[in-house]
């Protein structure tokens, strides 16, 4: 029954948006990808408000009733019947009376399942499709990558004709499914084949007086010097790229492009460095977690110059029949980093705690618990002045717990961390 009622809302709310988008008509940029598509979609939005008016999904709002809503201009109306009915008068004040509507609309497109994507694409009339990268993220409901890729790549080879593709060169199975879409396509990259590239990438400082990150923004023979003061991590000067690369789909002036994108900085949970107790600091990075993820943020770890390095990880959920080779390389992983203190959290990360006492961390070095709650309470005893802390997970594992014990200062955790609801935080942590 409660599934019944949900693909009822879900007919209403497409019915609704479609309605709306006849009505306004505005662009629509839609996001994919495995990892980074909510960083992306920041700086798309950040980039494209310097010349248009423009919307993005806040927080979740990225799947078949989220996307509704934020086309709609309206909150979910949760259990609450007085909830929904405002949603209705929004829909009807947006429909009948609303002279203003954003001209440009910014949709991370959340793909979960099989046919999650066609869906989408069924009621969104996309112009320009930004694919960020295919991982192994989700692959409890996907048999595999391969699969991955071609949902998530509809989104490019629906495209029409006059539409843009905006993909990942340092992607190969992106780069593939841009071979199948009849609009134009702009890469963007790390790669010498991506046509917006960043060239010369520095981060500078140190993490008392860390300045962010430097690199020359190079595209059809040009360059131009970019500055991103809050960036720590490699991989969000991705998302920087394709927000710049859309914004050349638009026509908008490199150089003033360069210049709003000094202001972009993560959202919470997505690599966000932080005071922490003791004169520490954590890189709080907690909003999900897969292979590629992880392996981006112990790299990031590695290049910090700071004291002591330590890593507290979560499990890595949804990843099926990979779950188990995939924990126990996260060993690998961690003493490939240079890590010197590991906290590991989870029945999965189990297999990594094993395989690391195995290839020689001691039992001092390298802790397990089954909840977050322990896990914080030990590291709060271990952290010294001048270690810089990871903490990573999938949602499920609630690792935003263990960032807030850590944090210098608490009384801002619901301004610097994800999931700071009254309803998620109420939730207790359940071992899956």
Not at 315 to 344: F, P
């Amino acid at each position: 029954m409660k599934a019944k009622k949900l693909k009822m809302l879900e007919t209403v709310l497409r019915f609704m948006a479609v309605a709306v988008l006849k009505r306004h008509k505005p662009i629509i940029v839609g996001v994919t990808g495995s990892v980074g598509k909510s960083s992306t979609k920041e700086a798309i939005a950040l980039v494209l408000g310097l010349k248009f008016s423009v919307r993005k999904n806040e927080e979740n709002y990225n799947n078949e009733i989220g996307i509704p809503l934020t086309i709609i201009g309206a909150k979910s109306g949760k259990r609450s019947l007085s909830g929904w009915i405002r949603v209705v008068i929004q829909w009807l004040r947006v429909l009948f009376f609303a002279d203003k509507y954003p001209e440009v609309l910014v949709l991370e497109l959340g793909i979960d399942r099989p046919g999650d994507m066609k869906y989408l694409l069924s009621f969104l009339p996309v112009s320009v499709g930004v694919m960020t990268n295919v991982s192994s993220s989700h692959l409890e409901f996907f048999q595999t990558i391969g699969q991955i890729a071609r949902e998530k790549g509809l989104l490019v080879k629906q495209l029409p004709e006059s539409g843009t593709a905006i993909v990942c060169a340092d992607d190969e199975r992106v780069m593939r499914a841009a071979l199948k879409t009849k609009a134009k396509v702009i890469t963007f990259g790390l790669s010498e084949e991506a046509s917006i590239r960043a060239d010369h990438i520095s981060f500078s400082g140190d993490l008392g007086h860390f300045e962010g990150c430097h690199f020359k923004l190079s595209f059809d023979g040009k360059t131009v010097p970019v500055h991103l003061p809050f960036v720590v991590a490699q991989h969000h000067i991705q998302a920087v790229l394709a927000g710049i690369a859309v914004g050349m789909a638009f026509k908008l002036n490199p150089l003033d492009m360069a210049a709003s994108v000094r202001t972009f900085q993560s959202l919470p949970g997505r690599m966000r460095m932080m005071d922490g107790i003791k004169q520490s600091w954590i890189i709080d990075d907690t909003y999900n977690a897969s292979p590629t993820s992880l392996q981006a943020a112990l790299k990031t770890l590695q290049s910090l110059q700071s004291g002591r390095r330590i890593v507290v990880l979560g499990d890595m959920l949804e990843l099926g029949a990979e779950s188990e080779e995939a924990h126990k390389r996260v060993a690998e992983w961690v003493i490939e980093s240079g890590i010197e203190y590991v906290v590991l959290v989870g029945n999965r990360m189990l297999a990594a705690y094993e395989s690391l006492v195995r290839g020689g961390f001691s039992k001092e070095r390298c802790l397990w618990f089954d909840n977050p709650y322990d896990a914080a309470e030990a590291l709060k005893k271990h952290i010294t002045t001048g270690d810089v802390v990871l903490v990573k997970g999938s949602q499920g594992m609630r690792m935003e717990k263990v960032s807030e014990e850590l944090l210098a200062y608490p009384e801002r955790a619901r301004e610097l961390l994800c999931r700071q609801s009254d309803d998620w935080r109420q939730k207790p942590f359940v071992a899956v």
